[in-house]
């Protein structure tokens, strides 16, 4: 019953910033845990970045950590992820996933997602 869709993509250069949208439906929204990844091609789909709304706990992977915050505006059931310093290796499709949270745990794996977005493209140019 949960969709969700993204926005905020593009074509920038390295060192810009860009801000991805990942927008939901259903009532259960604010109290689910939504996370981003991202996939290159040739490579397995990663975990970039993670909130659990129910409690306010974050979660970034050590390759994002420092440049990419995620937050969330309930009241417009939208979650962000504001990506800055874009570097060419950033480039792949963005996927936003939503899940029921687990008291305080934070899932970093595709399969403990339930429901996903159709994905944006980043492409960072060097």
């Known amino acids: 019953q949960v969709q969700l869709e993204e926005s905020g993509g593009g074509l920038v250069q390295a060192g810009a910033s860009l801000r991805l949208s990942c927008e939901a439906s259903?009532?259960?929204?604010?109290?689910?845990?939504v996370a981003w990844f991202r996939q290159a091609p040739g490579k397995e789909r990663g975990f970039v970045a993670a909130i659990d709304q129910a409690s306010g706990s974050l979660k970034y992977a050590d390759s994002v950590k420092g440049r990419f915050t995620i937050s969330s505006d309930n009241a417009k059931n939208t979650v962000f992820l504001q990506m800055t310093r874009l570097k060419p290796e950033d480039t792949a499709i963005y996927y936003c996933?939503?899940?029921?949270?687990?008291?305080?745990?934070?899932?970093?794996?595709?399969?403990?997602?339930?429901?996903w977005g159709q994905g944006t493209q980043v492409t960072v140019s060097s």
């Open positions: 996933a939503a899940r029921m949270p687990d008291f305080y745990i934070i899932y970093q794996t595709p399969g403990s997602y339930d429901y």
């Open positions: 259903g009532h259960t929204f604010s109290r689910s845990a």
